[in-house]
């Protein structure tokens, strides 16, 4: 279901554009509906913005040629959506040769209850789809899952969880809380309790499973005033918390699989539809900045910074309006002049890289308006055509919580351009609702603002329920409010795919060099008998090396114990490094004015073992991982900073 919204009907007649085949009713109908709706709860939130926003898009929108060469973004049919599915998941070969297993046994073995139930359904349903065009079948599931029960499950059954288990069941204990462990649910009473732990020790959707099997009450909470918007916070474990930009690149790479795969699960459970666009590539216009792609523009940033991860026209724009607009009254929401926002665009578009361009000349509505107008114009959705749907369903799904678990998942499976750009605009978004009193917009102001120009793309099917604008248009307005607000909880990434992915690099670096099955039985044995041994003699304490070549020619020799933790470690390198008697090879930028070593700029990596790169949680107990990860290198590393451009 994707959200384009009903405009006024003088505004449809006589408008070329795609975006424009709405359902006909009038402004003054469509504020009337979000007054009654007013009326008629507790809330005082107003859709008013929202729609303002619409007509102003349709306005600057009407005079534009059309384009031929729309992405075609369609929803596939039966069997061709789980085809694109598998390969999204990285399981394409279990549709393919029956020969070729590659990789897919390894991420299969990593895989919980829930989300291998949620692959077998795909399987079902394209093998279904593959015999009604009397194509030849695909493997059996039970061939994949290892499932041992001989009778094949009717066409028309669903799956049965609990006769689910994936094959090469983990030999370690890193992922133990995804199978077996039960979150800390709080009381579903909660009444006036304003903090909540968000647990991401045990996946999404097997803490939804637990709850639906149990006697827990399924709320629905659609929480208005702003006031009310209860906080969450993450438990932090043992192992700590892991935010996006604290794993290598490599290992990020695993992560949108997995978590698409969670997602898929999470919405089987809860019984929402997940739908995807598949899209055509289309053809881009010839500018430098507006209207291209955005990994284009990152590639020709990149030539002048290498390092640029948000397009550097967007952190003009942003820097611009951050220095002068924040107090600006009704920043975002007042409209700046389109002739002079067409003039602005073409300045920046023949001067911006030529460094010729004065911000300090430009009105800052024009600005904002600029600024809507890259999002909009962009080529395909900074929310991706893939994906839009599936951040529009995430409003259909009824408790809070399970929206943000959802939401977390989304912003992991997006292209790393997008996810570095909408983390880039959501930060400039929760800047100005701190500015509130002076610019007199809230949250909620902000969010019906910005939401057209988030789900509104004229590449898109338009295609709304007769008489679901306003429902589509508040749930639009609300998933923007809560990435906006809870974009901190989002921008993590959980322990139990943290857990999955050093799982998945485990299994992916076991190479059998013999294959005769009772070798391999025997390796495996003597394997699974020595991790059991290592179990059994866990030692309380331990002495590790920490390499800190790029400060001192010698390593640190470090102490564990249950109590020692990553902040500690790097204080006690700290107290090191001031020492006589070390050999400081390199502390530029380390050293303050005053002589003393700032502990803030040093970060400890674990590196190797299961784990491609990790930057540790300071409240990291490393004796705990040392158990996890027991073959991996520490080092201690300079903290890079954190500008858009980095």
Avoid at 114 to 131: E, G, K
Avoid at 274 to 296: D, W
Avoid at 346 to 354: T, V
Avoid at 517 to 540: A, G, Q, S
Wanted: glycine share 4%.
């Amino acid at each position: 279901m994707l959200l384009t919204y009903g405009l006024p009907g003088n505004l449809i007649r006589n408008c070329p554009c795609k975006m424009s085949r709405f359902t006909r009713k009038s402004s003054f109908e469509l504020l009337q509906e979000c007054k009654n709706s007013r009326a008629d709860s507790s809330s005082n939130l107003s859709m008013d913005t929202f729609w303002l926003e619409v007509e102003s898009i349709k306005e600057n929108t009407e005079s534009e040629p059309v384009e031929s060469n729309l992405m075609d973004a369609r929803p596939p049919e039966e069997g061709e959506a789980e085809a694109e599915w598998l390969q999204d998941a990285g399981l394409s070969d279990l549709i393919g040769d029956p020969a070729v297993e590659n990789g897919n046994m390894a991420l299969l073995s990593t895989l919980t209850k829930t989300q291998a139930a949620a692959v077998q359904r795909r399987l079902d349903t394209y093998t279904r789809s593959r015999r009604k065009k009397n194509k030849q079948p695909v493997r059996d599931v039970r061939d994949i899952f290892g499932v041992i029960d001989s009778a094949e499950p009717e066409s028309g059954m669903e799956p049965d969880i609990d006769r689910l288990h994936c094959r090469s069941a983990s030999s370690n204990n890193i992922q133990k809380s995804d199978t077996m462990g039960i979150p800390d649910f709080p009381s579903p009473l909660r009444g006036s309790i304003k903090e909540e732990m968000f647990n991401t020790e045990t996946a999404y959707s097997e803490q939804a499973a637990i709850l639906f099997k149990g006697s827990f009450p399924r709320e629905s909470r659609r929480i208005k005033d702003e006031s009310c918007l209860p906080k969450f916070k993450i438990p932090k474990g043992r192992l700590g918390v892991t935010r996006i930009g604290d794993l290598s690149l490599q290992d990020m790479k695993k992560i949108p699989t997995l978590a698409l795969i969670e997602l898929t699960a999470l919405c089987d459970v809860v019984g929402v539809e997940l739908k995807r666009n598949k899209a055509v590539k289309r053809k881009t216009a010839e500018h430098k900045l507006f209207g291209v792609p955005l990994c284009t523009l990152l590639e020709n940033d990149q030539k002048l910074y290498p390092n640029t991860r948000v397009p550097l026209v967007l952190q003009a724009l942003l820097s611009c309006l951050e220095k002068k607009g924040l107090d600006t009254e009704g920043i975002l929401r007042v409209s700046g002049s389109q002739t002079r926002i067409k003039s602005l665009e073409q300045k920046l578009e023949s001067e911006f890289y030529s460094g010729f361009f004065r911000w300090d000349e430009v009105h800052q509505n024009d600005v904002s308006g600029l600024l809507k107008r890259f999002i909009r114009e962009l080529p395909n959705p900074l929310l991706t055509a893939e994906y839009l749907p599936a951040f529009a369903a995430v409003q259909n799904i009824p408790d809070l919580k399970q929206r943000l678990q959802a939401l977390n998942l989304l912003i992991l499976i997006l292209p790393e351009p997008n996810r570095n750009t909408l983390k880039a605009l959501l930060e400039f978004l929760r800047l100005v609702v701190t500015r509130e009193k002076r610019n007199k917009m809230n949250l909620w102001n902000v969010s019906t603002v910005i939401a057209p120009n988030l789900f509104m793309h004229k590449g898109l099917p338009n295609k709304i329920p007769e008489g679901k604008e306003k429902q589509l248009a508040e749930g639009a307005a609300d998933i923007v409010r809560m990435m906006i607000h809870y974009q901190d909880l989002l921008w993590t990434v959980a322990s139990f795919l943290v857990a999955q992915v050093r799982k998945l690099n485990e299994s992916s670096s076991r190479r059998y060099q013999f294959y005769d099955r009772r070798i391999k039985n025997l390796l495996k044995k003597i394997h699974t008998d020595k991790e059991k041994t290592e179990k059994n003699h866990v030692k309380p304490s331990i002495t590790v090396k920490v390499q800190t070549t790029l400060f001192l020619k010698d390593s640190l020799e470090v102490h564990l114990n249950n109590g020692t933790r990553a902040a500690d470690v790097l204080k006690q390198f700290q107290k090191h490094l001031c020492q006589n008697g070390w050999n400081i090879a390199n502390t530029v930028n380390l050293i303050k004015c005053n002589g003393s070593v700032d502990s803030m700029n040093l970060l400890l990596y674990e590196v190797g073992g299961n784990i491609g790169e990790h930057c540790l949680d300071p409240d990291t107990y490393l004796l705990d991982l040392y158990h996890v990860n027991p073959h991996a290198e520490w080092i201690i590393r300079q903290n890079p900073s954190f500008p858009r451009t980095v």
